[in-house]
Structure formats: structure tokens, C-alpha cells
């Protein structure tokens, strides 16, 4: 697919993935070969968003901005994010999908606008994984789903400290930190729960955002919060899950 292309609502039944309603014969084709592809997704995802903790977005409710000066801002309802994925393993087909980095950010709220982006070195068959990969996991009918160019990501996370930068932070940035109130090693943890579609995951590690921007535009628009929820998780999903 074209990058920047807009994908607008509709269903692609094969693979889940949403068309622009433009989307050539041959971009339909090849997405139905792509729903027979076996493919696998180990990631470790840095997440965060301008809701207040915990984000009302993982336990089914509607999004809400954190910021008092944007809640329910013109009588619509936000939640504006930051997820920076790293792949531990993964494939799909016979192509490796092992320490990829990509970037998905926009608004899970109302507006339902999202953009991806991938680093230089992503081959085409990685970018086609990753595509039918996020369809999955997060199966939104999206009002606009767009290709940003190809930039750098910086990501790091340990126990008590995460962050990623797109661009150098130019493009886009997340910055969180340990829970105040969490005792012992690490941070606070919830386990137990399921990540959007994902089944399989090590626990909710609970990191309010230090810092959250995205600063790219006009679409999505650019945003930037502090101190609304956050966490790091690994999460594991394959074809046979769906």
C-alpha cells in the first residue's frame, strides 16, 4: 500500500485491515493472500495517553482527556496516544520479524484517527506483518488510518524507566516512570487482564507519562500531555488466535 495513503472504514474480510475506499483491485488482492499468511507477534509495546489512570480505553469504557482543560473537549471525548512496539520474535510467513521497531499514535477517542509509521529498514513483507499484525490487535474501524514517512525509533525500557523517541523526538515522543505508589522493585503490575485482542501478555507494568507528544500534522492532530496514564507490556498473538 502507498504510504500516506488514507484507509477509510470498511471491512476486508480476509485480513481485517481497512481500505480507503480508492484501494486498487490489486491492494484488495493482495491483502486476501495476506489473511492465509501464518504469522506470530511477540512485542514489548511503551504505552501511553492523555487519559487520567488508569486509561478507561483497556477496560472497555469510553476514552476521557486527562487534562481538565481538554475533558470532553467540544462535546467529544479523546484519547490521545503514543505506542512504540519492539518485537522480540516474530514472522510473518518465512520473514523475520525479530527487533523491528514501529510507531502507531493518533486518537482512540471519538475521532478515531491513527498513523503508522515504520523505521528505513523495514522490507516490504515486514511492513505487510506488521499491518495484518495491528488489524488484529487493535480491530477498530478507523475514520483515518495513514502511513507517516519512514523515521528513526529510539526505545529503552527497564522496570522503573521507559521511553521512545521518532525522529529523535522531532516527530513524536513518550516518556514515563514508576508508579509513586508502588512498593517494592519495579512498578505496580496488574496481570489478569486482556490487552485489546491480544490473549497473552506479562501484566500492565503501571508508568504515568512523564512526557507524551506527537508532533507531526495536521492528521493526526499534534497533542501533548503529562503525568496521564501509562505502562509498559509484553503481549504474544499469532494467526491461530484469530
Not at 67 to 84: I, L, Q, R, W
Not at 100 to 117: C, N, R, S
Not at 136 to 145: A, I, M, R, Y
Not at 205 to 215: G, T
Request: contains cysteine; proline residues 3%; aromatic residues 10%.
Amino acid at each position: 500500500m502507498n504510504r500516506r495513503e488514507l484507509m477509510k472504514l470498511g471491512t476486508a474480510a480476509a485480513s481485517g485491515l481497512l481500505l480507503h475506499e480508492s484501494a486498487t483491485a490489486q491492494d484488495t488482492h493482495a491483502l486476501a493472500r495476506n489473511a492465509s499468511v501464518d504469522w506470530a507477534v511477540n512485542a514489548t509495546i511503551i504505552d501511553g495517553c492523555s487519559c487520567r489512570l488508569l486509561c478507561p480505553c483497556i477496560f472497555g469504557s469510553t476514552a476521557e482527556v486527562g487534562t481538565v482543560g481538554t475533558h470532553k473537549h467540544d462535546g467529544t471525548t479523546s484519547c490521545y496516544f503514543n505506542a512504540a512496539f519492539r518485537v522480540n520474535r516474530g514472522n510473518f510467513g518465512k520473514t523475520r520479524l525479530d527487533g523491528m521497531k514501529f510507531w502507531f499514535a493518533g486518537d482512540k477517542g471519538d475521532a478515531k484517527i491513527v498513523e503508522l509509521t515504520f523505521e528505513p529498514s523495514a522490507i516490504k513483507e515486514q511492513r505487510e506483518g506488521v499491518r495484518v499484525f495491528l488489524s488484529h490487535f487493535l480491530p477498530q474501524k478507523w475514520t483515518s488510518f495513514t502511513e507517516g514517512p519512514d523515521a528513526r525509533i529510539d526505545w529503552t525500557a527497564n522496570a522503573t524507566h521507559a521511553e521512545g523517541k521518532l525522529d529523535g523526538g522531532r516527530a513524536a515522543e513518550v516518556v514515563m516512570s514508576r508508579f509513586s505508589g508502588a512498593t517494592g522493585d519495579g512498578t505496580a503490575v496488574i496481570k489478569n487482564m486482556q490487552y485489546f485482542a491480544a490473549r497473552r501478555n506479562d501484566g500492565f507494568n503501571i508508568m504515568p507519562v512523564d512526557q507524551l507528544a506527537y508532533r507531526r500534522g495536521p492528521t493526526p492532530a499534534p497533542f501533548e500531555f503529562r503525568g496521564t496514564s501509562g505502562w509498559t507490556i509484553n503481549i504474544d498473538m499469532d494467526s491461530n488466535d484469530v
